[in-house]
Nanobody, 119 residues
Framework: QLQLVQSGGGSVQPGGSLRLSCAAP????????IGWFREREGKEREGISC????????YYRDDVKGRFTISRDNAKNTVALQMNSLNSEDTAVYYC????????????WGRGTQVTVSL
C-alpha cells in the first residue's frame, strides 16, 4: 500500500532538539505538498508546518515559528522537520503528510512518531 514511513522522534529534555524524517517508498514526492501535524494528549490533530510544491510557499503555526524548520530532499525523496528549543508543550505524536498539488484526493499519511519533552 502507498504510505509514508516516519523515523526519528524520541525523548529529550527541554531545550533539546530532534529531527523527524519521512520517506515515500511507494511514490515520488515531486508533485506533492508536504506537511507536519501533531496530536497532543486530549487534543485534536493540528497542523504545524506546510511546504508547497516547488518550495514556493511555507507555513508555520505561530508557536513553532523560529524553532521548527520544514525541508524537502528531492534526491532522497524525503521530507524532514527539524525541531529546536523543544519544550513540554511540544510533547505529541507527530505525523507527516503528502497531498498531490493538483489531484487533491491523493493524500497520504505516516503512522506517527512520539516526541516526549520532559526532565
Amino acid at each position: 500500500q502507498l504510505q509514508l514511513v516516519q523515523s526519528g522522534g524520541g525523548s529529550v529534555q527541554p531545550g533539546g532538539s530532534l529531527r523527524l524524517s519521512c520517506a515515500a517508498p511507494g511514490f515520488s514526492l515531486d508533485y506533492y505538498d508536504i506537511g507536519w501535524f501533531r496530536e497532543r494528549e486530549g487534543k485534536e490533530r493540528e497542523g504545524i508546518s506546510c511546504m508547497r510544491v516547488g518550495d514556493e510557499e511555507l507555513y508555520y503555526r505561530d508557536d513553532v515559528k523560529g524553532r521548527f524548520t520544514i525541508s524537502r530532499d528531492n534526491a532522497k525523496n524525503t521530507v524532514a522537520l527539524q525541531m529546536n528549543s523543544l519544550n513540554s508543550e511540544d510533547t505529541a505524536v507527530y505525523y507527516c503528510s503528502a497531498r498531490h498539488f493538483n489531484y487533491r484526493v491523493l493524500e497520504y499519511w505516516g503512522r506517527g512518531t512520539q516526541v516526549t519533552v520532559s526532565l
